[in-house]
């Protein structure tokens, strides 16, 4: 039976990326982005007829409206993948962004995965991918928010995890943490990667993948999963003076 699936931020990247792939495989799709001539042109160029909801989910009160026009749509998989950087240093980059940053990233993330866990708990099934990043593995220096703001989603989801696994709950959920990708992100951001990212076509598939197989933790790419492993072993002084480092070089 054809699976319904829920993307957050669905207008580009990976969010894009992963409406494609479940669209081939013959899902029902909801598509939410704040611009709907995205998600239009999106939307014509897929197989099935997804329904699209452009709005701006970027509050918790976005967030919980959203999940009342969905809640009834009998969802098997969210994609809360919704969200954006900010790059510079701390004291001089804009409160207003960040505070809108850590709005989308952090309030409305939460309020999604949660109110659509409790459904999917009570039913028992359902999968939910919090899309978090590389950065939530370390202190950021030169874009802080925005590193605090994915540990957030990588320690919550972790730690739902637990919980879903010692209540014997087959609900899965898992943090995707990928490093650079070619998105717009970057152009949002306001940095250039200093080293080449990966396709979001490749992180999108490989994330599907590896949700179905119920990871908790989904790193693409084998430098990053090695990155990931060295961050348990180096003092956070030290993973400050790298992450500043690279950072420095990604500033336009």
Known sequence: MAKKVLITGASSGIGRD?????????????LVARREDRLRALADCLNGTPRIIPMDIGTAQGAQVLYELTKNENIDILINNAGFGVC????QTSTTRE???IRLNVEAMHVLFKQFLKDFKERNSGYILNVASAAAFAPGPYMAAYYASKAYVLRLTQAVAFELKESGSDVSVSALCPGPVDTEFNKVAGVNFSVSPMTSKFVARYAVQQMFQRKTVIIPGTSMKLAAFASKFLPSSFACKV??????????
């Open 88 to 91: 510079g240093d701390f004291t």
């Open 18 to 30: 992963m409406a494609k792939l479940f669209d081939s495989c013959g899902c029902e799709l909801i």
């Open 243 to 252: 992450t500043a480092e690279v950072q420095k070089h990604k500033q336009k």
């Open 99 to 101: 505070v809108e940053m």
